[in-house]
């Protein structure tokens, strides 16, 4: 490894473990807060409605429900967690520390997305963990799961990175998450199959990237999706390009962190 | 023939605010290799937007920055990586421990914990940190934070040194021992660019001076040839005894401060002799003699306000 290759790879490390460690220091508002969350989502809509519901796409309306609020945790901490922290970093200025820094832009990008994706794996493990004691999992595609949960993670840190860069106060980081991100989970299939929707609010369905995430990770689980996991992986990919892209353009410019 | 390395180069320098401030007017600078050089101006002269582009933190509108003749938008890891920065604005994330602080920030330079951690724990022990290692940044006291920021930024051993009013709101007793620690590194063969408000500070650490005064390098030299302009001195000298009353220094300027404290001003030509003479003739006894307060800040006032004269 070259001495440049070298010392890219140590200052990544540095920022990937700061960040992890961040978010473990304050583990009551990282990872304890989704697991009371969702585990009320299991007890409410799982046990006490779902009961009533009964089969969703041939299995247990707690079966249907358990990728798509598995998803719904990862993408929203995923997110959190780099808006927040890169956002931290700028009001606290100590964003200052990696801008004077030998560390390229790309690198302080992939150093907070992968913090966000570490955040929003760990908090997707935590749930599913929790899922175990109201239902038994078993995985139908294991590596389409693991992919899927990984690049949904990465597309929605991205996303929390741009929001974090545009961001002048605490609120204008949790403006996308409250009404954005929320409706969009609540909306792409987390609870239900679009095929229960009428036509025309299925196709306006089928313009939210969420359905695609939370639909191929229950492809991923169930072996039971609406739309074909192809379109998903695509999508999702396409996303995660674009977002990278307009991301290094901020960075390169210095939107929001120089003057 | 020696060839004098430069640690810094700026040419042509420009700097347009959004909000249409022109804070830097075209200034060129050069700092030698282990220079001890100032930057003073007054408030909003230019001196932290300066600072802010060689460590980009600023984006420049026009112009050129080098760091040891390695041209900082072609190549600006190789440049950052001779950089140190100690900013004015503490910019540390106060929820983590001093020692992770340091560790942290040389990773970013590339160095290992296995070198990281060691050079962190010298520079803990040097700045008397080290019993406040494990400590969060946030529960240090301002001199403490002060030295916090000297040792980040000397974790990775940068060439060059740019320390921001290092010195701000710190007490007589700890800057005198910072003074102390700055020369040292500076003796270790460390550039040090300092901006102050402190003008005795410059005077006392400062071989090379620049002064910047609304976006216009006003002057640029040796410390020892600006304080050779200054064409009068003020001296106080201490009595042995009360002054008589019919006491009078002929051809001198002078002041009576209290019975056995007098204040004379020199021409930079005047010799003391004559001064010594006349005290002595009217049986009057020097028990000791000062240099006023700060020479330098009268040549900084008569240069800044010749360069406002000239707008």
Known sequence: ?259 | MTTTVQALTIQHLTKTYSNGLEALKGIDLHVEQGDFFALLGPNGAGKSTTIGIITSLITKTSGHVEIFDTDLDKYPEQAKAYLGLVPQEFNFNGFEKVKHILVTQAGYYGMPASKSEPRADELLRQLGLWDKRHTPARALSGGMKRRLMIARALVHKPQLLILDEPTAGVDIELRRSMWTFLREINAQGTTIILTTHYLEEAENLCRNIAIIDRGNIVEHTDMKSLLNRLDKETFILDLKTPLPTNFSLDGVHYQQLDDSTLEIELKRDDGLNNVFAQLSQQGIEVRSMKNKANRLEELFLTLVERSEATL
């Open chain 1, 1 to 259: 490894m070259s001495n440049k290759h070298a010392h890219h790879w140590v200052a990544l490390h540095t920022l990937v473990t700061r960040e992890i460690r961040r978010f473990i220091r304050i583990w009551p508002q990282t990872l304890l807060p989704p697991a009371i969350t969702m585990t009320l989502y299991f007890i409410i809509f799982g046990n006490l409605i779902g009961s009533r519901i009964g089969n969703m796409g041939g299995f247990s309306y707690m079966e249907y429900i358990v990728p798509g609020i598995i998803m719904m945790a990862v993408i929203n901490n995923a997110y959190a967690n780099v808006a927040s922290s890169f956002y931290s970093a700028k009001f606290q200025s100590h964003i200052e520390e990696l801008i004077v820094a030998p560390v390229p832009n790309y690198l302080i990008l992939a150093g907070y997305v992968a913090g966000g994706t570490a955040r929003g794996l760990c908090v997707g493990l935590i749930v599913t963990i929790v899922s175990l004691f109201f239902t038994s999992l078993a995985i139908q595609h294991l590596w389409i799961t693991i992919s899927m949960v990984i690049l949904s993670a990465v597309m929605f840190a991205l996303g929390g990175f741009i929001n974090a860069i545009y961001a002048n106060s605490f609120d204008e980081i949790s403006i996308i998450p409250t009404f954005i991100l929320t409706p969009l989970t609540y909306l792409g299939g987390v609870f239900y199959s679009i095929s229960l929707l009428p036509e025309f609010w299925q196709q306006v369905s089928l313009l939210n990237p969420i359905l695609y995430m939370v639909n191929a990770f229950r492809f991923g689980m169930l072996g039971v999706s609406d739309i074909p996991v192809t379109a998903a992986f695509s999508i999702i990919l396409v996303c995660i390009i674009g977002l990278t892209a307009f991301a290094l353009y901020l960075l390169n410019k210095g939107t929001g962190i120089r003057h």
